[in-house]
């Protein structure tokens, strides 16, 4: 009994898969109530069981296969993850329950597959019941039939597709099974029932007897419509809100009755034929035949071949199609016509669509045929019309209709109006645009007007037919004009038509296709079925949430075509007699008035119409046709508008437009003084008024209108006048309205306007230009290219000046448009106040060429010689060419030139591609419609051997497709046809094309359907042969996934074949991260996202852990639901949303199977199939994610990498999940150690890394499990070749150590010593040897001895570096067990023995006193951490200081670490340390913490210190500066001189306190630490030196000594070879680094910590990289964060950033160091690299590149050394503009000179690359483009006669020529003179040794002025000597001192001199010439600024302070020589002249 209940005890999926059939039986009926309780479709607890569905259906138990299929029908319905199920679940289905013996069984089986029908999986389920059809078991055939019947009777054809189905009828009405024949019966009888009679073909095969039985069953059902009875889960929602509408909305459905009744084409049902190749050979050779009965057999054969196949596969009939054509067109015999036409219908119709290519070319031709009165022609051709129809529109054959309807012959009018009446009722109402209705409405009325009667009849027919289709309101007032009689005929023919579609009527709601009318089941669906199920399930989806849509009321109302009447424009206005103009004048005007206005005395005149102007308002608006009596009694009654008084005239006018103004007024009234008015534009006194009345009549009815009458009445005039106020007038008119007239007909009249002889007509007329250029743009000038070369420049002209003006917006007509009808937008070509689009291809005048392509001219294109073919060709080009712009109708031009892009003479094809793309050209976008035609010889070519004929038809597509866009390119699969027999050459040409150009069309652009049919061929051509095609198709797969979808792309892939899924697959996952992001519809925010709740699941029976084990993996998204945003799981279920890892309890299970032998022991040489099916299922039931689990056990490494990565990113967050299924994750990568890719070698033992770094934080212990199976196939890869792979295994073991029995690990690598690889037992020893050193002979397992001995069995190996391992490792067991070593390795031979006592001497020799390791207790598992030191003491390395260090070896090679993680290390060396300190004495010997708590009870800690901010103090009062306070009487010292008296003060006291000794020498003892970096010394010398000047006292922060010994020992620390010491040293100062508030502590030991960091790099270049990686690591990553802190790197000097730059660009270079590393490493000296470049000063970066790379270009290093090298400095050169105040032009100037000097052109010649010294040029260039001619200035240190001085001249005169020199106020001649003076000159050994001996003069106390006075006197005796070459080594102080000194004497000289001479030795520029005032007060300013900013101290002026124009040299001292600068600092007394000359000039000018 008490086994009986003990599966209880399991969890509910673990009794689903019990191997006894009652725990099963209670497991699924757990999970049955289960998934009754879930509510969420969503939640992981349904991952659970969507692996078990498919084994309880299948279950070998009936009763328990009876509750499994229970359960799997609530699963289906409820789970969001039952669409993945459906496959294995339908096979197993199919296989073992459809045909049950139990009826209850096969009930449910049907239901489960109705429910995976519900759920949208309709496509799997028919395949597996159509697999189930064919299966040799009768009762499984007749059960699936069974099965797809009810499916269809419920669901519809919509859901289950007739097309599969259907070929299995025949064979299943056959079969020797009576059910099986009845169930097929009652199938054919359901598909009857709702598709009717296009079945009826497919059974025709059948015997008679079954047709009439089926045939009687079908009559039975006649008037019956089928409906459904269920939906799909995306229609149910929709259908119940139907449903609740039906009993308030009647009408509604009645009017929808015939939704459901939409009948199938049969042509649906039909399979293609290939008619082509079943055609007689001699098909066409016989079509051409005298004899008309071979003609005739030809088209009989065809017509026979067209009707047995009535679907046509598509392919090439063009030249079929031309053939019939010819016959319909050429062939005197009506027989044949009749016969062709026919056929030429059979084609369309088989066709289709697709016939849609050679349409446009059949309809003219067909049309212009119905000139024959034959009866049975004439059939024919209304047949083939008819048939040609459904695969075009009337839109895209309306220029042939319309041309037809205007033919002369009366049959052809009649027969293309009764065509047009058939189409019509065959068209929807939404393909006819406004544009074309009135279109065809003018066209009809004009052949409704014909003498004949019956094309009157067939006219009204059409109207009557397009009024029913539009709506009579739409189309009534089109027909304003038309005569009532004909109207009634037009509205008797309208009731009589018959639309014979569906017309797509509005609806307030979209309704499921497969919806019927409401039924009562509908109305509350319970699952989605209305029939009661045997298994009671809970309807959850009927519980969710109906969002409710407001039902949209939006309609297309036909009414927009009608036209409303305005209130200003009545249309039906009709033209007055003068008689009745005359009696309605007498009723509305007082006699007196009518008297006055034709009385001979003008002022009688002047009366009337002054008394008729006042009651002009008075009138009733509302009387018809009271504007037209007004207007024409003013104008009508003698004199009218001829007036001779210019003031009646006036008022005639005002009458006029008042009329205009207040009434409405039509064309008929405008029509009558128009021309009048326009006349009085002339006259002097009253243009203005006719203007204003113009306006006036022009905002009362239409602007163009009035402008077309006055344009075409001025030109007639003789009067210039007239003409050029006429166009002024249209130019205020188009500025006041706007744009509103058609441009066609206004660019005529301005063109005659322009050609006039009349200069002012010509300047009103181009003004006229000017102003329509504003809307026009660039359009307008084409009309005017055939000008006279002056007059199209004074057009230009105009054109140039308005060209690009935004027009004004309109203030006239705005208010009308805004209430004009819609009409009008159609005429006005605006709506509202919008401008127009002026469309540049209706304004070109085009030429019709299709007269000039004569039928002699096609007869020579098509001719035999290729001689004859190429002149016709030649013919062709001349009459495009010469037309420049064609209309595109070119008559059968197109299928001529198709024939001849095929040509097999490649010239031909050549030739005929050229003019092909002449033709897009000249026709624009009208070439579209010849797309069709051409496009396939465009790809013939496309695939051409021949490279010329390719990029000729890529040029052609590329035209056509930009004239006419690409849509046209997308029919009639073309483009799959082509890839379907296509050369290699065309598919990797036209992939590459498609891959171009669909990314950027509009998604819904392309029809779908087209980009569906290259689908297999994109696939098939992903694995193709040809590399060339391979690449591009996969190139190709982005943008059709663009417009396609992954997920539909995906679904084609099922049909492939398994081998090349997966090259496919990896394609569509490499684009698909690429998709454009689609955006959130409109009107639709994103759902929320609602926090995770824990859900406690109930699970029956199950053990109390279990529950909370399921509580815990049940995450859901929460207990409130919220509304269902798609009912619809078809798109969502195949993505596993479910977490990689899922938190379960199943691991000790796993554990338990193991020990107890269930499973397999993971234990195996070589892995076999079952170990990994026993992983797959292992994983499946701890839930782990199924798209993981899909890439996990994937063919393809690249999906191993991809479950790596996610492995990895997932790790942090789910650290728990991770270590519930940790086993399975080492055993999965244990089969990754058996594939052969490295790649996912390393990348798995990075993530073990990862893995087990956070085991090692959380103190997690390995099980016995996870250790067995992991550890022992981990040392296999110990002895792999590749170094990254053996340094991961190692680190991982150490790792391991940490979390298993060490002695565990050591019994495993004991056994690595059996292996048969040498390296493998290598590193095995070397890992004992670690064991033993860090744990004691304690470890050694299962005893020492036997350890012992086995491993001195090694030193005998054949392998060197095994015996020397073994030997390594019994040496250190000698050093810890002593002698006694000998007694437990056991007798060796003499010669092993020799061996091993020669190393333990040796081993003696060299080995350092060490603490004994304690040693371990064999027992003691819980002690698992390796003994570390507290601290680490870092000693004083003497000889490794800054000053001792050498210089890093620039040439050679620094190796580098195969990096894992960069900061790894330094983590697990901070968590050692943690673990260190963690560990506390305990025990007697401990402190007790209380008595210590009391002892620092009152302690303040450091962290307890608070910071006190103070107000800061305003201390800008001190530096401001001095003003003179005047006194209380007024007196005031000048403030002038009191400045000057200041200055000169400070300038004594600094040449009286400054001495050379204090600042060059000594200056350590001032308290300037040695280590710092020289520019901070520098800087701080400067400081210091500007405090002494400002006050004597010393400062105590400068007296202090500045150095910290603690510090530099830490950083010398850095370059020890003790490994140890310097990770130490490195994670200290990495500390300081990281503070923000430690680091400015480094600023001044910056030189020295880069010099040991070099020293250490070049250490490291010298160990194996195994040992280095300890180091590389964490010293790199201190190295970023070093130049990543804000303060730190700015001031490092020149040679330590290239010996830094040196070793960073070598490691980089280094290919070997890149191997197995994935790139991270050099990631990260990149990014220093990157760093370095922005944060050192921009000056010396640049001088350390150029040094570098003069240094290393002679040598023969590394290839990409000098790349990288280069790529920096061209960084740099990027940042010059930006960085250009930052840069100290002299030094790198002076660098650059060295590089030239040292590497000169001549030198680059025998070199194979003169890279660097184009890269050098490139530096100069740019600076020269920065600076300009100011650079001359910086030229100071270099000879003239160098190389880089003739470069820069070059320079700087090329852009002189190009006008490209930067502004500087440097004159030609000042350039000259400083180029001449700068010019210096080698010093002679005599003049070297006099300058020396005068600096020691210098530098002595006592003789310091005289050993300047000395110098002086030798600059002035050597002036072309640069002295700046013995001050490099000085201080800038010293600098500054020398000088100052100089300049005093020069001073003290000038002075002694002749004074009053004027000095213009400031002024560059001084050319003798005056200037005004305000020039020398700027000068003035400008001097005093330079003054006072060097007063101040501040001597670090860049180049953009200091003033180019005065040629003041860069005042920075440390940077250039001062003291070759040509003009001292501005001393008072040059200030006093400058003053003095500024008083004489506003002097002189005052007096002049």
Request: charged letters at 25%; a neutral charge.
């Amino acid at each position: 009994m008490a086994e009986d209940t003990e599966y209880k005890k399991l969890p509910i999926e673990e009794r689903c898969v019990h191997k006894l059939w009652k725990a099963r039986v209670d497991g699924y009926e757990e999970a049955a109530k289960l998934f009754r309780e879930l509510d969420d479709e969503k939640s992981p607890e349904w991952s659970k069981y969507a692996g078990l569905i498919k084994k309880m259906v299948v279950d070998s138990n009936a009763l328990a296969q009876e509750k499994g299929l229970e359960a799997a029908l609530i699963f289906v319905e409820n789970s969001g993850f039952a669409g993945r199920t459906v496959g294995d679940v339908m096979t197993g289905i199919v296989q073992k329950c459809i045909a049950a013996p139990k009826t209850k069984t096969k009930e449910l089986s049907v239901q489960v597959t109705l429910m995976y029908v519900e759920i949208e999986k309709q496509e799997a389920v028919l395949e597996e019941l159509v697999k189930g059809m064919e299966h040799k078991n009768p009762k499984i055939v007749s059960a699936c039939v069974a099965a797809t019947t009810q499916a269809m009777k419920e669901f519809g054809t919509k859901v289950i597709g007739v097309k599969p189905i259907i070929k299995k009828l025949a064979p299943l009405m056959s079969d020797r099974d009576k059910a099986v024949r009845d169930e097929t019966k009652q199938l054919a009888v359901e598909m009857y029932r709702w598709i009717g009679a296009a079945m009826k073909s497919h059974i025709a095969s059948l015997p008679q007897v079954t047709i009439k039985e089926l045939e009687d069953e079908f009559e039975k059902l006649k008037g019956e419509r089928a409906e459904p009875t269920r939906y799909l889960k995306s229609q149910q929602e929709k259908q119940a809100k139907i449903a609740d509408e039906a009993a308030t909305e009647d009408a509604y459905n009645d009017d929808d009755a015939e939704a459901g009744a939409e009948e199938v084409d049969p042509m649906d049902l039909i399979d293609p034929v290939d008619i082509l190749s079943k055609m007689p050979k001699d098909f066409y050779d016989k079509l051409e035949e005298k004899k008309w009965t071979l003609r005739k057999e030809s088209l009989e054969t065809l017509e026979k071949l067209l009707t047995d196949n009535p679907k046509v596969e598509n392919g090439e009939y063009g030249a079929l199609v031309n053939a019939l054509k010819k016959v319909i067109t050429k062939d005197s015999n009506v027989v044949l016509v009749a016969m062709a036409g026919k056929c030429l219908a059979l084609l369309a119709k088989g066709l289709s669509k697709r016939f849609s290519n050679y349409a446009t070319a059949c309809v003219s031709s067909l049309l212009e045929k119905f000139k024959e009165k034959k009866p049975n022609v004439v059939s024919a051709l209304r047949e083939a019309m008819d048939a040609i129809y459904g695969s075009t529109t009337l839109e895209a054959q309306q220029e042939s209709i319309v041309e037809a309807l205007a033919n002369k012959n009366p049959s052809v009018k009649s027969e293309t109006a009764l065509f047009l009446a058939r189409a019509l009722t065959r068209t929807q109402p939404t393909a006819l645009n406004k544009k074309l209705i009135k279109l065809l409405t003018t066209t009809l009325i004009k052949t409704l007007n014909e003498s004949d009667p019956v094309v009157r009849d067939s006219s009204a027919e059409a109207l009557g037919t397009l009024m029913k289709l539009v709506s009579e309101k739409a189309l009534t007032p089109l027909l304003v004009d038309v005569d009532p009689l004909k109207l009634s005929k037009i509205k008797e023919c309208h009731d009589k038509a018959e639309i014979k579609i569906k017309v797509a009527a509005p609806k307030k709601e979209a309704r499921p296709a497969t919806a019927p009318a409401a039924k009562p089941a509908a109305a509350k669906p319970s699952g989605g079925s209305t029939e009661p199920k045997p298994v009671a399930r809970p309807a959850t989806s009927g519980a969710r949430k109906v969002v409710k849509k407001a039902a949209g009321a939006s309609s297309v109302a036909p009414a927009a075509l009608s036209k409303a009447p305005s209130g200003k424009a009545l249309a039906t206005e009709r033209e007055m007699t003068p008689e009745e103009v005359q009696d309605k004048a007498d009723e509305l005007l007082p006699a007196d008035i009518l008297s006055g206005l034709v009385d001979s005395n003008w002022k009688n005149r002047l009366a009337a119409v002054e008394q008729l102007l006042a009651q002009i308002t008075s009138f009733d608006s509302k009387q018809p046709g009271i504007s037209q009596v007004l207007v024409r009694t003013i104008s009508g009654r003698k004199p009218g508008l001829k007036e001779m008084n210019f003031q009646v005239l006036k008022y005639k006018l005002d009458i006029i437009r008042s009329v205009a103004e207040n009434y409405p007024v039509t064309n008929i009234t405008v029509d009558h003084v128009a021309t009048e008015i326009t006349e009085k534009l002339g006259d002097a006194k009253n243009s203005g008024g006719a203007a204003d009345v113009l306006t006036a009549l022009s905002e009362a009815t239409k602007l163009e209108y009035v402008v077309g009458k006055v344009l075409s009445f001025a030109l007639e005039q003789k009067s210039p006048k007239v003409q050029s106020e006429a166009f002024n007038w249209v130019n205020k008119s188009i500025i006041e309205f706007g744009f509103k007239i058609q441009p066609k007909l206004l660019i005529e009249d301005v063109r005659k306007g322009v050609q006039s002889t009349n200069p002012t007509v010509r300047g009103a007329a181009i003004q006229l230009v000017g102003t329509m250029t504003m809307y026009m743009g660039n359009a307008v000038m084409i009309f005017f290219d055939g000008e006279k070369p002056a007059l199209k420049s004074q057009i230009q002209t105009e054109f140039n000046k308005n060209l690009g003006e935004k027009p004004p917006k309109p203030i006239r007509g705005v208010q009308r448009s805004s209430v004009s009808p819609e009409d009008d937008e159609d005429d006005d070509g605006a709506g509202g106040s919008s401008e127009p689009e002026v469309n540049l291809a209706d304004l070109l005048p085009r030429v019709d060429i299709s007269s000039q392509i004569t039928e002699a001219l096609l007869k020579e294109m098509s001719d035999k010689d290729w001689k004859t073919r190429n002149e016709g060709l030649t013919k062709l080009q001349t009459i495009i060419t010469d037309a420049k712009l064609i209309k595109p109708s070119i008559g059968d031009l197109a299928p001529a030139l198709a024939h001849r892009l095929v040509d097999s003479n490649a010239k031909i094809a050549q030739t005929a591609l050229s003019i092909c793309e002449q033709l897009s050209t000249a026709m624009g976008a009208g070439c579209r419609s010849h797309v069709r035609v051409l496009f396939p010889g465009f790809l013939h070519a496309l695939g051409d051997s021949k490279s010329f004929v390719r990029a000729a038809a890529l040029n052609c597509i590329n035209s056509f497709g930009e004239q006419g866009g690409y849509k046209e390119f997308f029919e009639s699969e073309m483009i799959a046809d082509a890839l379907k027999s296509g050369s290699p050459a065309l598919k990797s040409e036209l992939w590459n094309w498609l891959a171009e150009k669909l990314p950027p069309l509009p998604p819904k652009s392309i029809p779908k359907e087209e980009l569906t049919s290259m689908v297999p061929h994109l696939y098939a051509h992903i694995c193709d042969r040809n590399v060339d095609v391979r690449k591009n198709a996969n190139e190709a797969v982005l943008g059709i996934m663009i417009h396609l979808g992954f997920e539909a792309m995906n679904r084609a892939l099922d049909k492939q074949k398994p081998a090349s899924k997966k090259d496919i697959m990896a394609a569509l996952e490499k684009a698909r991260p690429n998709l454009p992001v689609k955006p959130l519809p409109k009107g639709k925010q994103q759902a929320p996202i609602p926090e995770e709740t824990k859900k406690v699941v109930r699970s029956g029976g199950a053990a109390a852990a279990q529950k909370q084990g399921a509580g815990k993996a049940g995450v859901g998204a929460g207990t409130e639901k919220t509304a269902a945003a798609v009912p619809s799981r078809k798109k969502d279920e195949d993505v596993d949303t479910s977490p990689l890892l899922a938190v379960n309890s199943i691991k000790n299970q796993r554990l338990i199977d193991e020990q107890k032998m269930r499973v397999l022991k993971w234990t195996f040489t070589t892995p076999r199939e079952e170990f990994t099916d026993l992983l797959r299922d292992q994983m499946t039931t701890a839930n782990v994610n199924k798209a993981l689990m899909a890439n996990m056990f994937h063919d393809d490494f690249r999906y191993h990498l991809k479950v790596i990565e996610q492995l990895s990113e997932d790790l942090p967050n789910n650290s728990r999940a991770l270590i519930c299924n940790l086993d399975l994750i080492l055993k999965w990568l244990t089969l990754r150690f058996y594939d052969t890719n490295p790649s996912v070698l390393i990348k798995g033992l990075e993530y073990l890394g990862q893995v087990f770094q956070m085991l090692v934080e959380m103190e997690y212990m390995m099980a016995e499990n996870e250790g067995s199976s992991f550890v022992p196939h981990l040392l296999l890869k110990i002895g792999d070749p590749k170094d990254a792979v053996r340094n991961g295994v190692r680190r991982v073991l150490r790792q391991i150590n940490l979390l298993y029995p060490f002695t565990k690990v050591f019994s495993y690598v004991m056994e690595g010593l059996k292996s048969k690889n040498a390296r493998q037992r290598t590193e095995c020893l070397d890992e004992l040897t670690y064991l033993i050193e860090s744990y004691g002979l304690s470890i050694c397992q299962p005893s020492q001895q036997v350890a012992l001995k086995e491993i001195a069995r090694q030193i005998s190996d054949r392998d060197n570096s095994v015996r020397n391992a073994a030997l390594n490792c019994i040496v250190m067991a000698y050093f810890l067990a002593g002698e006694k070593i000998y007694k437990l390795i056991g007798q060796l031979s003499e010669k092993d023995l020799s061996m091993l006592d020669e190393r333990i001497k040796r081993a003696k020799k060299t080995r350092k006193p060490a603490v004994p390791v304690a040693e371990v207790p064999p027992n003691n598992k819980a002690v698992t951490q390796v003994v570390q030191q507290d601290s680490i003491e870092i000693e004083d390395a003497e000889g490794n200081g800054c000053d001792e260090l050498p210089p890093p070896d620039e040439e050679g090679t620094f190796d580098q670490a195969p990096s894992a993680q960069v900061l790894q290390l330094q983590q697990q060396l901070q968590l050692q340390q943690q673990q260190a300190q963690q560990q506390r004495t305990s025990g007697p010997f401990g402190l007790d913490p209380n008595v210590m708590a009391e002892i620092e009870k009152d302690w303040v800690r450091a962290d307890q210190m608070v910071f006190k901010e103070y107000t800061p103090v305003d201390t800008s009062l001190l530096f401001e500066p001095i003003k003179v306070i005047p006194t209380r009487d007024g007196f005031q010292y000048p403030q002038d001189k009191f400045d000057r008296l200041i200055a000169r003060s400070h300038y004594i006291q600094q040449n009286l306190t400054t001495s050379p000794q204090s600042n060059n020498t000594g200056h350590t003892a001032s308290g300037i630490s040695p280590y710092r970096s020289p520019m901070r010394i520098q800087q701080q010398q400067m400081q210091t030196h500007q405090n002494n000047m400002d006050n004597n006292m010393p400062n105590l922060a400068d007296v202090l000594p500045k150095h910290d010994p603690q510090l530099v020992k830490i950083i010398k620390a850095v370059s020890s070879n003790d490994t140890l010491k310097a990770r130490a040293a490195i994670n200290e100062l990495t500390a300081i680094i990281e503070s923000p508030e430690k680091q400015a502590v480094l600023r001044d030991y910056e030189e020295i910590f880069i010099q040991n960091v070099l020293a250490q790099l070049k250490n490291l270049s010298q160990l194996p990289i195994s040992q280095a990686l300890v180091v590389y690591q964490p010293l790199l990553s201190i190295l970023y964060t070093f130049f990543n802190a804000n303060i730190l790197g700015k001031t490092l000097s020149v040679a330590c950033i290239k010996n830094l730059m040196s070793a960073l660009l070598h490691l980089l270079a280094d290919q070997k160091l890149t191997s197995g590393d994935d790139s991270q490493y050099n990631k990260v000296i990149n990014g220093i690299c990157l760093k370095v470049l922005d944060k050192a000063n921009f000056t010396n970066i640049y001088c350390a590149l150029i040094r570098l790379l003069r240094e290393t270009c002679p040598v023969a290093g590394l290839p990409k050394f000098t790349d990288l090298l280069m790529k920096c400095i061209w960084r740099n050169i990027k940042m010059l503009p930006e960085r250009t105040n930052e840069l100290n032009y002299d030094a790198v100037i002076l660098e650059v000179h060295e590089f030239m000097l040292a590497l000169p052109s001549t030198w680059w010649q025998n070199r194979p690359s003169d890279t660097p010294l184009r890269t050098v040029k490139t530096i100069i260039h740019n600076m020269a483009k920065v600076k300009g001619n100011a650079i001359l200035q910086h030229l100071n240190q270099i000879p003239t006669h160098s190389e880089l001085h003739t470069y820069l001249i070059r320079i700087l005169k090329n852009f002189q020529k190009d006008g490209t020199v930067s502004g500087t106020g440097v004159s030609p001649q000042r350039q000259q003179f400083s180029a001449k003076e700068i010019a210096t000159k080698r010093i002679s050994h005599q003049a070297h040794d006099t300058v020396s001996q005068i600096f020691k003069l210098i530098s002595d106390k006592d003789t310091k002025q005289q050993g300047l006075q000395k110098l002086y006197d030798f600059k002035q005796q050597n002036p072309d000597i640069d002295l700046s070459t013995f001050l490099q080594g000085a201080s800038a102080t010293f600098h500054k001192y020398i000088e100052e000194g100089l300049a005093e004497i020069e001073r003290q000289n000038q002075n002694a001199g002749s004074t009053q001479a004027p000095d213009n030795r400031t002024d560059v520029n001084y050319q003798n010439a005056t200037h005004d005032p305000d020039y020398w007060m700027d000068r003035l300013q400008n001097l005093m600024s330079t003054r006072s900013a060097s007063d101040d101290g501040s001597h670090m002026l860049d180049n953009k302070v200091a003033d180019e124009n005065l040629c003041l040299n860069s005042m920075n001292p440390q940077k250039v020589s001062l003291i070759r600068r040509e003009k001292p600092e501005l001393s008072p007394n040059r200030l006093q002249h400058i003053q003095a000359k500024l008083a004489q000039i506003k002097k002189e000018n005052h007096a002049q």
